[in-house]
Structures are given as C-alpha cells and as structure tokens.
C-alpha cells in the first residue's frame, strides 16, 4: 500500500529553526508538496520538490530524496503564526496525491 | 474575493437527509477535487473530475455522488446522509497547463450529520 509519514506533533520556540520529516512510500512519484494548515481553515500550498535538492523560499524551504523516500520542510526564525499544521503529499504514478496526517506545529513564546 | 468558494460553511443535518456541498472558482482551472479530512487522517479524495464531461471516483467515492455543471462548479451530494460522513469537506482546483499542477483549496464546509 501507499503510505506516507509525519510526527503528529512537535514543539519549538519563536526565533529558532525547526524541521518537519516525511517519508513516503508510493507507486510512483511524480512530486511533493507541502501545505500548511492553520485549524479549522483550508490547506495552502507552501512548496514543491520534484528533484532531488533544497527548494528555498523565504523563511521556508524543503528538502527532497526521492532514492531515499524522503522529505523535510525546514522553517527559520519562527513566528508565533506558523503555529499550524503541516501536511507533505505525494503524487503518484496515477497522478493523485496520497497525504500524510500533519504535522502540528506548536511555538512557544 | 475568494478565488475557490464553498457553500455552505456549516451545516448540521439529519441521518437519512440528501444534503449538497456546492463549489465555484474564479481560477479558470480545468480540474477540481473534492476532499474529505478527519481527524488523525490525511485529506482523502472522494471524486475528481479533469474537465467538464470528465468524473472520476477517488479513494472514497461510496455514498456520495458528484455533479460538473459548468467549468467552474463541481457539486457534492450525499444521497442519504448517514453519521460517519461527519467531517471537514474541501474543493480544490488545479491547473494541468502550470508546471506543477498544484492544488488550491476552498475554506471548507463542517458537515456534521445527527
């Protein structure tokens, strides 16, 4: 079957680095997203990897290997507002995207 | 404005009614989704469709039904509601022109069947 995983949860303080792992095992790859998910609001698209390497964008970046099925999403100087979830999807060898569960975010003062 | 709306927000309903989650986007996106989310699960699909006369079932595609009227709308009905259809319901479009087809989400609608 296709899997892909993340921590539940993790908890980190404002101004430091954090990094969200996912490893993923699917039929086909074809990309990977990440979004980002404050509660009870839609999911918005944070970053696509589709090579292996860092993608940066801002504050943001993630990371890809496919050969290893592996992912991170790397957030600097932390914000009380990015306290949110995080979700890594995959696409597949059908075009669809398999997602993980999250990843909720805490930031503490 | 909102390029992806839902409607409605919030609906309670009861076990047995036939309810319908509506969806319109201004993104001039040939493809859209629905999405169901619970919690601890990840976004699972429920029905697809690439263009106009194109529908798909997705992952869990068993007691729902949907409906493309137009380019821009893509409508979810849940023939006779039962309770573990109580969750988040997402829309999202995407653009197969872009180069990474991404997916861009509606607010959602809270379905809660009694």
């Known amino acids: 079957g296709q899997n892909i995983d993340q921590p539940t949860e993790m908890t980190a303080t404002e101004g430091a680095i954090v990094q969200i792992n996912c490893t993923y095992q699917?039929?086909?790859?074809?990309?990977l997203f990440w979004y980002q998910q404050h509660a009870g609001e839609a999911p918005t698209f944070l970053s696509y990897?589709?090579l292996d390497g860092l993608e940066e964008k801002g504050r943001f970046s993630s990371f890809l290997s496919r050969s290893k099925g592996y992912s991170y999403l790397l957030l600097k100087e932390l914000q009380m507002k990015d306290s949110a979830s995080y979700l890594c999807?995959?696409?597949?060898?059908?075009?669809?995207?398999?997602w993980g569960a999250g990843t909720k975010l805490i930031i503490k003062p | 404005d909102a390029d992806v709306t839902q409607t409605p927000r919030n609906r309670i309903t009861k076990t047995g009614k036939r309810i319908m989650l509506e969806c319109s986007q201004t993104k001039g996106h040939d493809r859209m989704y629905w999405y169901r989310q619970d919690p601890g699960l990840g976004l699972r699909l429920i029905y697809y469709s690439f263009d106009v006369k194109d529908i798909n079932k997705g992952e869990i595609s068993d007691g729902y039904s949907v409906s493309r009227q137009a380019q821009a709308k893509f409508s979810l009905s849940l023939e006779s509601a039962i309770p573990n259809q109580t969750a988040l319901y997402f829309c999202a479009t995407s653009d197969l022109a872009s180069d990474t087809d991404t997916q861009y989400f509606g607010p959602g609608t809270r379905l809660t069947v009694l």
């Open positions: 999807a995959v696409r597949d060898s059908n075009y669809q995207l398999i």
């Open positions: 990897n589709v």
């Open positions: 699917t039929s086909g790859f074809n990309g």
